[in-house]
């Protein structure tokens, strides 16, 4: 079974917006399809605890994670979109590793900015955060690695802080004092777009109460 519709497909042809609920196997893509859902959004950490009941962050080889990710989209109808962390440890990793994922049937795939992530078992920095420039050019590696396939890149950081009450206390181990602000994630933001990414994401705004932090990301980062 391979995707009825890409991304592109199902968010240019609604005035809405595009519900992809978190799922991390076979059964729970099927569920989601049963009650309607047209996209889903694999999740690293529940991905890595459905397959290890472990810990949820760092467990994984990218290995497993795409063998994961290619039963999965291949199990449904639906458009996926997989949670790859930073992609790799370097732009040619991050190149090679989302090549795969494209061409495994995975209709998105998100580039984050935690450098906490490990991927393979290698430590991306021992900064919080990468850098806005090796993120950049782990963006730009996926942009390139998808040319061709109906694979949506989607430039996502983290770095804001705040949001739900849970994160606010600190994001998978991050200290709140090494959030980097609105300002910040809204630059990553433009920058993102700037090396070719489809779509943006920043992560923890609280729809319900962060309402002037949405309009400046609205009027600021294009798309």
Same mark, same amino acid.
């Given at each position: %079974?391979?995707?009825?519709?890409? /991304? /592109?497909?199902?968010?240019?042809?609604? @005035?809405?917006?595009?519900?992809?609920?978190?799922?991390?196997?076979?059964?729970?893509?099927?569920? !989601?399809?049963?009650?309607?859902?047209?996209?889903?959004?694999?999740?690293?950490?529940?991905?890595?605890?459905?397959?290890?009941?472990?810990?949820?962050?760092?467990?994984?080889?990218?290995? $497993? #994670?795409?063998?994961?990710?290619?039963?999965?989209?291949?199990?449904?109808? %639906?458009?996926? *979109?997989?949670?790859?962390?930073?992609?790799?440890? @370097?732009?040619?990793?991050?190149?090679? @590793?989302?090549?795969? /994922? !494209?061409?495994?049937? *995975?209709?998105?795939?998100?580039?984050?900015?935690?450098?906490?992530?490990?991927?393979?078992?290698?430590?991306?920095?021992?900064?919080?955060? *990468?850098?806005?420039?090796?993120?950049?050019?782990?963006?730009?590696?996926?942009?390139?690695?998808?040319?061709?396939?109906?694979? #949506?890149?989607?430039?996502?950081? @983290?770095?804001?802080?705040?949001?739900?009450?849970?994160?606010?206390?600190?994001?998978? +181990?991050?200290?709140?004092?090494? #959030?980097?602000?609105?300002? $910040?994630?809204?630059? &990553?933001?433009? *920058?993102?777009?700037?090396? +070719?990414?489809? %779509?943006?994401?920043?992560?923890?705004?609280?729809? +319900?109460?962060?309402? $002037?932090?949405?309009?400046?990301?609205?009027? &600021?980062?294009?798309?």
């Amino acid at each position: %079974m391979s995707a009825k519709k890409s /991304f /592109f497909q199902l968010i240019n042809e609604r @005035n809405e917006a595009l519900w992809a609920p978190c799922i991390y196997d076979c059964i729970s893509a099927r569920v !989601a399809e049963a009650i309607g859902f047209e996209a889903a959004t694999i999740s690293s950490s529940e991905q890595t605890c459905s397959l290890t009941g472990g810990i949820p962050r760092g467990l994984l080889s990218f290995d $497993e #994670m795409l063998y994961s990710a290619e039963r999965i989209a291949s199990s449904t109808g %639906m458009a996926i *979109l997989a949670d790859t962390e930073a992609g790799g440890s @370097n732009p040619m990793e991050v190149y090679r @590793n989302i090549k795969r /994922f !494209a061409e495994a049937g *995975l209709m998105a795939v998100s580039i984050e900015d935690t450098a906490e992530c490990r991927v393979g078992n290698v430590r991306v920095s021992e900064q919080a955060f *990468l850098s806005a420039e090796q993120w950049a050019m782990h963006v730009q590696a996926a942009v390139e690695a998808v040319k061709g396939t109906d694979c #949506m890149v989607i430039a996502r950081t @983290n770095c804001k802080g705040g949001g739900a009450k849970k994160f606010k206390e600190g994001y998978f +181990g991050i200290k709140p004092d090494q #959030m980097l602000g609105l300002e $910040e994630a809204i630059r &990553r933001a433009q *920058l993102g777009i700037e090396v +070719g990414a489809h %779509m943006t994401m920043i992560q923890n705004i609280n729809a +319900g109460s962060e309402r $002037e932090a949405w309009k400046k990301v609205a009027e &600021r980062v294009p798309g």
